[in-house]
């Protein structure tokens, strides 16, 4: 314990050296915990709104078939526990015609409750209500203001058979993705499957969304295998927008470790010049007994107390950062996440421990005599 | 009385080759337990560097350090500190103490070396101390905070603090004043008669060991003359 009683006393001395190594640390750990939040944050939103309100993976008919069977999507989140919710749907493609435009409609039909499971439709309105009765659909936003189709209006489509349908628009939402809110619209299960043909039994698809974004393409083929289906999961599709997060996060990684190298150095290089200045006083503390361990404990203690202090430091600025942060109206809010802040406060302090070797080592080499002779 | 210190043959050369000085060329001596001794010498004659062996903070070229008994050239680095801070107590030629520290943490600092909370009986004893240095009202000061004098009083006392058996002293005295000089040295013949500590103390002032019991004279590092020294204290 004098060891650590010397290393708080040797910081105390030089109070403007600790508190500037300390700042250094700090300043170090916050930009670790923002930058690390930030990309952390910054991919979940994009995950998010790439796949938030998508199906993950949707089962299609298998070889040589052209429905699936109304109880697949039972079967399916019955054997697969990632599965959060699995909705047998009727999908089909429509072409809305008015005086002079002709636009393709990608019409999803199904039951309202379970569709509401996946893209959350009823949280999504911007007019009119998620209700889907008999007859009923919900287009997009932009559909909406460019074709001028409002809550209430009628909207006719020519069906893949040829035949032309009326549905009457129960309400407008926004699923936060231009091509969605162009191309999207819901019916019900019942009017999907007179527009398809189809008995009260046979579905085109299930969408499934899973607790898990990225167990996707395993689950996918697991599902496949065991239900003689097609499977299609949303990491196949979205490789672009993987590779670019993966090559987010290993930047943002490779910030972090430079700045980490930094801080390494900087707590390095103050505990060597520490080292240096303190040579008097543990060829001192040699000669009336210490031994070379205590005498070399006392760098790893500065450096233990300069790593804490500043780490602490460190996360209090990281929280004052990602609250400033907040205050700028960015389109996603930064998490401050708990387990992330922990590892950053670990890898500081393991950092500062590490960084205190090399002087720890040269103080318990120090012979006595070099500094009883030089005076 | 038994001995309690044996140099036997020490030899010590600094550097190599062209520019190697031979410090000490085989001085050998033994120390009895209790002993009031003095080394002189001129300046460069080698009485530090002999110092230096006897208290295990050098090693010798050759010869060997025998300390109550034990043959102190086979202990290692560990073994050298652990007799240090038990055995030996050491006034530095120059004032050496932690200027971070007050002065009753530089006093007391060998017990905390060696891993003691001070005992009811050292505390008063460190009072005592300071009062016997005319330190008293001092121990809260920061050590770099006092004169010359007054830092090398505390480093004696600090030399006193563990009761070690033998006290190596070069120039003691050397900043004090003839009147603090008196008294440190009536403090050394108080705990020498009162405690049997040994005490080998190096001055080149020939006033001071003439006040010892017995004087060690080493010149161009060999030992000259070794007297016996009638002291009417
Ligand atoms: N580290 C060293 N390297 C080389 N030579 C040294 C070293 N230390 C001492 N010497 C030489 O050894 C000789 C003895 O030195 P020492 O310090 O023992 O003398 P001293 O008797 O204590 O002198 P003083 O009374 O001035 O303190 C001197 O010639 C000195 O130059
Ligand atoms: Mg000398």
Known sequence: MLSFKIAARFLKSSPGQSALIMAGIAVGIATQIFVGSLITSLQADLIDSAVGSSAHITLLPGDGQTTVPGNLAAEASGSETLVSTAVPVRTLSGIFVDSDDSVPLSITGGDAGLLDTIYGLSERMTQGSFRLGEGEVVVGTVFSEKYGIEAGDELDVLLPSGSPATYEVSGVFDLGQATANERFAFVDAGSAADALGMDDDEYSAVQIQLTDVFASSEVAARLADEFDVEAADWQAENEQLLSGLAAQSGSSAMIQAFVLIAVALGIASTLAISAVQKTRQIGILKAIGMGDAAAGRIFLWQAALLGVGGTLGGIALGYALIALFGVVPVPFSIRPEPGFIALSAGIGITVALLSSVIPARSTSRLDPIEVIQNG | ?233
């Open chain 2, 1 to 233: 009385m038994a001995d309690l210190l044996v140099a036997d043959a020490l030899e010590k050369v600094y550097g190599e080759g062209d520019t190697a000085t031979r410090a000490l060329k085989g001085v050998s001596f033994t120390v009895a337990e209790g002993e009031f001794a003095s080394i002189v010498g001129q300046s460069g004659s080698g009485k530090s560097t002999l110092l230096n062996l006897i208290g295990l903070l050098d090693t010798p070229s050759s010869g060997q350090v025998l300390f109550a008994g034990e043959n102190t050239t086979a202990l290692g680095r560990k073994g050298r500190s652990r007799v240090r801070n038990e055995g030996l107590g050491f006034v530095f030629q120059f004032h050496y103490l932690l200027p971070e520290f007050t002065v009753w943490e530089n006093l007391t600092m060998p017990a905390q070396i060696a891993g003691r909370t001070l005992s009811a009986d050292e505390r008063s004893r460190a009072l005592e101390t300071l009062a016997l240095l005319g330190l008293e009202g001092l121990e809260k000061k920061n050590a770099n905070q006092l004169s010359g004098g007054q830092k090398q009083r505390v480093a004696i006392g600090r030399a006193l603090m563990n009761r070690p058996k033998l006290i190596l002293a070069d120039e003691p005295t050397g900043n004090l004043d003839t009147k603090n000089t008196a008294t440190v040295y009536e403090l050394f013949r108080t705990i020498n008669a009162e405690l049997g500590t040994t005490f080998l103390i190096v001055t080149h002032d020939r006033a001071v060991a003439q006040q010892t019991d017995r004087i060690l004279e080493v010149r161009d590092g060999e030992l000259v003359q070794d007297v016996r020294n009638d002291y009417a204290g």
